[in-house]
């Protein structure tokens, strides 16, 4: 009797630690929504924690008085063309690290060697093969860098190694050649590894900032994040239409983790567990 | 079988769709520009004959569009309004020159009935 409800007690503290936890985490989202849903400005002191008059036309603001539209459009193709690549080219080249063949140890130090250079210090080789490749201010030149990336190059090889090589091995009796086995054998059972692909892809692509702009020239080849601080440079304070603007960026995101998080957590683990 | 269409992945975007195609329905039918109004004095009789500014938002400021004349029964009609945010202002040489008054619209034109009237101030 004593020992349950020291266990009452002992998960009570620790749902009551992951309450403040939360709290803390979600104050920051509470306060740019609060923002954007008035006119108050984020510095004004005292600071009123519940929203005075709250309206909807700082949305309508950022809508009309930028290109809105077209630099959502924009990060959609961008984020879609790298979504699909992600899980079109990690996809084989997970299954090619299953595999065993000379120099495999080799490939797999390479790409974790490649993990810990950070993306500006290779920004500039980057750009130089995008404009060889006459890419520069098109989607396909937005997308690049983020067709494949190693860590989900590792989610895929870690969901492939799960299934079981016997099922392999009989698809392969049955006369499926290597890309038919992907395709119809390995992918339908990683849909963990998918929808991580899917999530990370598309958030590092929807928030990418410093590659767009680089590489774009026509302000209407814009990204939201670059919208974002154009508008900031526009307007020059910081009052609700600008944290408007940061909640209609952060919106799709926040949507697509939603809708894939059981798969996302499930992809993660199975990457920590088996990999 | 898997039903495929009690999925979130097909629910959402779906409802999305749905909401969004009906938004835009609801704007294409609303959006030709029209803000009427009334122009009354300090004692809320209608003002007839005053002049109507209206204002249009850029970024940081608001520039005058156009104007109009109210009638007899003080009411105005605007017909070429293209923006989501407007200020409306009227005078006349007797009484003066009213506050400006800030419209919001949720969408570019759209069609507006005023239900507050632009006030005049008290002959000076």
């Known amino acids: ?275 | 079988m898997t039903r495929w269409w009690a999925s979130r992945w097909f629910i959402v975007p779906t409802l999305m769709l749905l909401v969004t195609l009906g938004w835009l329905v609801y704007v294409g039918r609303h959006d030709n520009g029209l803000i009427e109004g009334r122009i009354v004095d300090a004692a809320g009789q209608p003002v007839a004959g005053a002049t109507v500014r209206i204002f249009d938002r850029g970024f940081v400021t608001y520039q005058e569009r156009g104007r109009t004349r109210s009638d007899a029964d003080g009411r105005f009609r605007i017909t070429d309004n293209t923006s989501h945010s407007v200020q409306l202002e009227a005078e006349t040489p007797a009484l003066g020159r009213s506050k400006r008054m800030e419209v919001r619209l949720w969408f570019a034109a759209q069609d507006v009935r005023l239900t507050d009237p632009l006030r005049l101030p008290a002959k000076p």
């Open chain 1, 1 to 275: 009797m004593a020992s349950r409800s020291k266990h009452a007690t002992l998960l009570g503290l620790r749902h009551l630690t992951l309450m403040v936890i939360a709290f803390f985490m979600l104050v920051p989202f509470y306060w740019v929504i609060k923002t954007a849903i008035t006119n108050e400005n984020i510095y004004a002191y005292p600071p009123s924690l519940l929203p005075q008059n709250p309206h909807l036309f700082n949305f309508v603001d950022v809508w009309y008085l930028i290109p809105f539209p077209r630099y959502l459009l924009n990060s959609i193709i961008v984020s879609t063309i790298a979504v699909v690549g992600n899980v079109v080219f990690n996809a084989m080249a997970g299954y090619a690290l299953t595999r065993q063949f000379a120099g495999r140890n080799l490939v797999l130090a390479l790409f974790l060697s490649c993990m810990l250079i950070p993306f500006q210090a290779t920004i500039i080789p980057a750009y130089l093969i995008t404009a060889k490749l006459s890419l520069l201010n098109t989607y396909f030149g937005l997308a690049l860098p983020m067709l494949s990336t190693i860590v989900c190059i590792f989610v895929f090889k870690a969901a492939f190694e799960a299934v079981p090589r016997s099922l392999i091995d009989a698809a392969r009796l049955d006369g499926l050649s290597e890309w038919r086995i992907i395709l119809r054998v390995l992918m339908p059972l990683s849909k963990p590894a998918i929808a991580t692909n899917v999530i990370l892809t598309f958030i590092w692509s929807w928030n990418n900032f410093l590659w767009p702009l680089l590489i774009t020239r026509d302000p209407l080849m814009q990204t939201l994040p670059l919208g974002l601080a154009r508008f900031l440079s526009y307007l020059e304070d910081t009052t609700g239409a600008l944290y408007a603007f940061a909640v209609m960026v952060l919106a799709p995101s926040i949507l697509v983790f939603l809708m894939a998080q059981k798969e996302f957590i499930r992809g993660l683990t199975s990457g920590a567990t088996k990999g």
